[in-house]
């Protein structure tokens, strides 16, 4: 029987476990302690963000910078609608409507037109966006120069969800680093990982100042217990920050291992008829999170992604379609969106390769030849 190979597997450096350690020697078991202020230097010193609070997940970070930009109830907040519905959900959360914007094709992430669009068309009913999230898909950066440039202009906050993007570059400089608060990922499936956990980060101290108390249950300054906000319990495990530290010294290599992968797939399967694989832009290194293939069953002689998906499995290999987009979901149905077509395509025909650091030349080539053998049927 031919292992399992998964999509995307945990991979441990060997240091982690040391810092773990640590905090049982040093008996800091508690969401506070130096491996988290740690943690949050070396992340800061590697995008080049001023100010870092890690967190339980990534998701509670895009809550909280929903909050700290002042997203209330009844507000409108602009959103890609190719991601994961992580990137969503705090909208609703704060009791305000998610306002979907579909993506173009050379990044697959939110098309500056469509947004323009959107912004225009939500002012014109007297709703000016409170923010806009964008995301990063599968470590792809998205247009950011244009997208900065039309938010200004209207004078709207972007958040910016690098959560599958840590170490992918714009022009230089690493995302994150971009929106007036980026937030990151530490899931188990995500190019390092905590087990779980997250990060926010932004320029502004005054903003992850913010964050921290809120995520420690917004205790006001008092020897009693004192509150005069909602608080949250999002502060990351001290724990847990360990895992991250030793992650951290082994991510350039992650990346390395990730781009590995990509180039592997690419120059094995983008021969076949109707194959094809998304480039970078010029000015944009991605991190390749994931590898994704894109199959037109108008050229492949009729094999659709969902074929290769289900061939694949009964060899013991994990494939998965690309996000299903938000605008489609049952759950966010009745929510407005500006939308082109091209994200629903790229559900249609994109599936994500196993992609995970660990793999092996020999788990590749099981990938490669189980869909060139496919092809060949
Ligand atoms: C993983 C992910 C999140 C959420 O992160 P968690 O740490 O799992 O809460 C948000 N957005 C995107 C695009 C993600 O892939």
Not at 37 to 65: P, Q, R
Not at 228 to 252: E, K, T, W
Request: proline share 5%; net charge negative; glycine share 10%.
């Amino acid at each position: 029987m031919n292992k399992r190979i998964w999509l995307s597997s945990p991979h441990m450096g060997g240091d982690e476990i040391k810092f773990v350690h640590e905090t049982f020697e040093s008996n800091w078991i508690a969401p506070l302690g130096a491996n988290v202020d740690n943690f949050e230097k070396d992340l800061g010193d590697y995008t080049g963000v001023k100010h870092v609070a890690v967190l339980t997940s990534g998701t509670a970070a895009i809550h909280l910078a929903l909050i700290i930009l002042g997203v209330r109830q009844g507000d409108e907040v602009i959103c890609s609608s190719f991601t994961f519905s992580a990137s969503a959900n705090p909208i609703v959360y704060q009791g305000a409507t998610p306002v979907f914007v579909d993506s173009e094709s050379t990044t697959w992430n939110m098309d500056p037109q469509l947004l323009k669009t959107a912004i225009e068309a939500r002012l014109k009913l007297g709703k000016k966006p409170k923010a806009i999230v964008i995301v990063h898909l599968y470590g792809n950066p998205a247009k950011l120069s244009e997208i900065e440039e039309i938010a200004a202009g209207f004078d709207i906050p972007v958040i910016e969800d690098a959560a599958e993007a840590l170490g992918s570059e714009y022009k230089g400089a690493k995302l994150g680093s971009f929106g007036k608060i980026g937030i990151l990922s530490f899931n188990g499936n995500k190019i390092i990982t905590t087990s779980g956990g997250g990060a926010l980060l932004s320029d502004s101290q005054e903003y992850v100042e913010k964050a921290r108390f809120l995520a420690t249950q917004a205790r006001d300054d008092a020897p009693h217990y004192q509150h005069s906000h909602i608080g949250y319990n999002y502060r990351m495990s001290n724990v847990l920050a360990g895992i991250g530290r030793g992650q951290m010294i082994v991510l350039p290599e992650r990346i390395r291992q990730r781009r590995y992968n990509f180039d592997y797939y690419k120059n094995k399967l983008s021969g076949l008829p109707g194959v094809s694989f998304l480039e970078e832009e010029n000015g944009s290194f991605s991190n390749k999170w994931l590898t994704c293939m894109l199959v037109d069953p108008k050229l492949s002689g009729g094999i659709t992604r969902e074929d290769i998906r289900l061939y694949l499995w009964e060899s013991q290999i994990e494939s998965r379609p690309l996000w299903k987009p938000m605008h489609v979901q049952p759950v966010f149905e009745q929510y407005p969106r500006y939308v082109n077509g091209t994200s629903e395509k790229l559900f249609q025909d994109g599936l994500c390769l196993p992609s995970g650091s660990n793999l092996l030349d020999e788990d590749l080539e099981r990938v490669t030849s189980g869909i060139s053998e496919l092809f060949i049927k």
